[in-house]
């Protein structure tokens, strides 16, 4: 019987340079490099220097990967890279390299989907993932929900935002409480102090009328506009801005409306699995509500721990080695950076 493939996977879409090494569904290594400090005076990722953080960082992390796994190049039997989505330069650098790496060592390369990886990451935490499975993705580019019946070949998307993806939302409201870039983890701190309950702030396309079009899609931009306008209030009485209240409100309407719908798409596809992924997946009162609501309706959970959530180069990996096992043929060496890869596209 053939061992297990080693796979080496390689994430350069966002901020965080990633490389991870996977033998099957076991973890070996994964090291990050972050260049979040460089963007947060400017409240956001600026593409540029990102790339140039990724340039600089990926020998280095690259060597770390494989020095932590305790192999060498030579013993990959696979190289995986995010093709996309992404921010176009920060992909290039990733899948330059992965090229070099391949064409050096002769090894195969696959291309993947960032998104798919978010999703794939879970197996190294909870092992295979029974299909069919209902997959929530939040994260600072994108909120879907997908139907994943086979993550090798594709997944079908049910719904997704129709503007502010969670993270965004999350980045956003942090930023007008005046707690640090990225958002998503002051407002999970904050909101710990804070009351989820003491502010009743809209839940986006939850009304009858929008679930006829959008049953499975989401809407953030309007909480975020709620949130702006009752802290303006505040400011304009010259009253103090209770932040844990307001982080802790804000964070139970984004919470119960995701968890809500997966459980809605669950149920009208008679799926049993729940997995989510993306870095707003790290937030706890996400994963305590998705807890708590799928076990009353019977439906298993999975959402990997939080270092597995955001950005890395484990997901690639794990997506690399899940592509390797299931007999899909790997990318041409030519294979393009697609900022804008779909979320049916799993390999190119
Ligand atoms: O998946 P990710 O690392 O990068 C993208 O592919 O976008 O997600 C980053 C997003 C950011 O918007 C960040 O604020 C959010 O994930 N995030 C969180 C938490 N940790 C990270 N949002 C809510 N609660 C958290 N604990
Ligand atoms: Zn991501």
């Not at 964070?251 to 870095?279: H, P, S, W, Y």
């Not at 890395?312 to 990996?317: F, L, S």
Request: aromatic share 4%; glycine share 10%; hydrophobic share 45%.
């Amino acid at each position: 019987m053939m061992t297990e493939p080693l796979v080496l996977g390689i994430e350069t879409s966002c901020d965080e340079t990633g490389v991870g090494v996977v033998r099957g569904h076991t973890l070996l290594a994964d090291a990050l490099a972050s260049s979040v400090d460089e963007h947060a005076r400017f409240g956001g990722v600026v593409p540029e220097v990102a790339s140039r953080a990724h340039l600089e960082a990926i020998v280095p992390t690259m060597q770390r990967a494989l020095d932590d796994a305790g192999v060498t190049l030579a013993d990959i039997d696979a190289i995986a890279v995010t093709a996309g989505p992404g921010l176009a330069g920060a992909l290039l650098v990733g899948v330059a390299a992965a090229k070099g790496y391949a064409l050096a060592a002769e090894k195969p390369i696959y291309g993947v989907n960032h998104l798919a990886a978010h999703v794939a990451v879970d197996t190294l935490e909870h092992g295979p993932l029974p299909e069919p499975a209902i997959a929530l993705l939040v994260s600072g580019g994108h909120s879907s929900l997908l139907l994943v019946d086979d993550l090798a070949a594709g997944v079908t998307p049910l719904g997704a935002t129709i503007d502010d993806a969670a993270g965004e939302a999350f980045d956003k409201v942090a930023r007008l409480l005046g707690l640090p870039f990225p958002g998503g983890p002051p407002i999970d701190r904050a909101a710990r102090e804070g009351d989820g309950a003491s502010i009743v702030f809209p839940r986006g396309l939850t009304a009858p009328k929008d679930l006829a079009r959008h049953r499975f899609d989401f809407s953030f931009s309007g909480l975020k506009t709620a949130v702006a306008r009752w802290v303006e209030a505040r400011q304009r009485a010259g009253e103090p801005v209770p932040v844990a209240h307001v982080a802790a409100s804000f964070q139970e309407a984004v919470c119960d409306v995701l968890t809500a719908k997966a459980i809605d798409a669950c149920r009208e596809r008679g799926v049993q699995t729940l997995v989510i992924g993306g870095g707003v997946a790290a937030n706890s009162r996400l994963r305590a509500l998705a807890e708590q609501r799928c076990a009353k309706h019977g439906i298993t959970v999975r959402v990997p721990r939080p270092k597995l959530c955001t950005d890395n180069g484990a997901m690639v990996a794990a997506l690399g080695s899940h592509l390797v096992a299931a007999g899909v043929a790997p990318s041409r060496l030519d294979l393009p950076a697609d900022s804008a890869m779909p979320l049916t596209t799993v390999s190119v």
